[in-house]
């Protein structure tokens, strides 16, 4: 698949762009970071859903926490300093505090590993996906086969040198954004061919690297999996809204692991199917395999 790609990579800016727009035409952009933003992207699956909750429950016991221990050193400032407190009393062992101080943590930690734990095993149990992606990663850009349907194409960031740009924006650059139907500041977000996925099905992403680890990464689905050279790894996602969203290599790969991004389309059920037809014709290759791979699930 790699010598495909050095074959094909100077003719990508040219075909590729067509076919993305065709996926994502009137698509809005959800997934993207934001300037000066704060907080998670808006989830759009139920694994980021999940975490989004946990994170916001543990940042509630956290800043309890905190706010303990300030009050606490606040009183011993004003209560036991030299001024209020000339001669200070002299102990070494408090039990009652000490059991405090051992078990109060103990049941804290217990109360997170009860919500988290089950977050965590519904991202590593991987359900019958309805859609078998492999996702393959490369110095600098990702390969994708669509284990079920036999095609196969690699995924550049608009403006790479395989795209006929340097990896800065410039004129050509900004019109093949527009010409794949994106905007200037989607600039190494936008790749040349976009993962399209039908909104509600399960997607299970099977990842892999072919050199250097990489690990493939959308924020909006919540799902994170590093690719590792020799290993086969899963993710799943189930969309819940048709839109476009970005993700980035998330794993230091090298000098231009900066840009290797990650775009996926989820569009209704028709226009995948005929997005599936175009691409086959366009991408078919012979299968790597006759059936995908099915993993078994985390123990």
Not at 130 to 138: L, Q, S, V
Not at 155 to 175: F, H, K, L, Q
Request: aromatic share 10%.
């Amino acid at each position: 698949m790699k010598l495909k790609t050095m074959l094909l990579g100077a003719l990508a800016s040219f075909a590729a762009p067509a076919v993305a727009q065709d996926a994502g035409e009137n698509l809005p952009v959800i997934g993207a970071p934001t300037p000066g933003a704060m907080g998670f992207q808006e989830a759009a699956t139920e694994l980021a859903r999940d975490i989004h909750w946990l994170d916001g429950m543990v940042t509630i016991i956290i800043t309890g926490i905190t706010l303990l221990v300030v009050g606490l050193l606040g009183v011993c400032i004003v209560r036991y300093n030299r001024r209020a407190n000339a001669e200070p009393g002299s102990f070494t062992h408090n039990s009652p505090l000490e059991i405090a101080w051992t078990v109060g943590p103990i049941f804290i930690l217990v109360f997170i590993g009860a919500f988290s734990l089950p977050v965590l095993f519904k991202q590593q149990e991987i359900p019958e996906g309805d859609i078998y992606i492999k996702a393959t990663g490369y110095q600098w850009y990702w390969g994708y086969e669509y284990m079920d349907d036999g095609f196969a194409f690699d995924s550049y960031m608009i403006g790479s040198p395989a795209t006929g740009g340097d990896n800065r924006m410039t004129e050509e650059v900004a019109a093949q954004l527009e010409e794949a139907g994106y905007a200037r500041e989607h600039f190494r977000l936008a790749t040349d061919t976009a993962v399209v996925v039908p909104v509600g099905q399960t997607v299970v992403m099977q990842v892999t690297g072919g050199d250097v680890i990489h690990s493939w990464t959308i924020p909006a689905f919540g799902v994170k999996q590093d690719a590792v050279p020799g290993r086969l790894a899963e993710l799943h996602f189930t969309p819940e809204r048709e839109g476009v969203y970005f993700g980035q290599c998330s794993e230091l790969c090298g000098i231009a692991h900066a840009y290797m991004p990650i775009t996926v389309k989820v569009v209704s059920e028709e226009a995948y199917a005929t997005w599936k037809e175009q691409m086959v014709e366009e991408y078919a290759v012979a299968p790597s395999a006759d059936a995908p791979v099915r993993l078994a699930a985390a123990e």
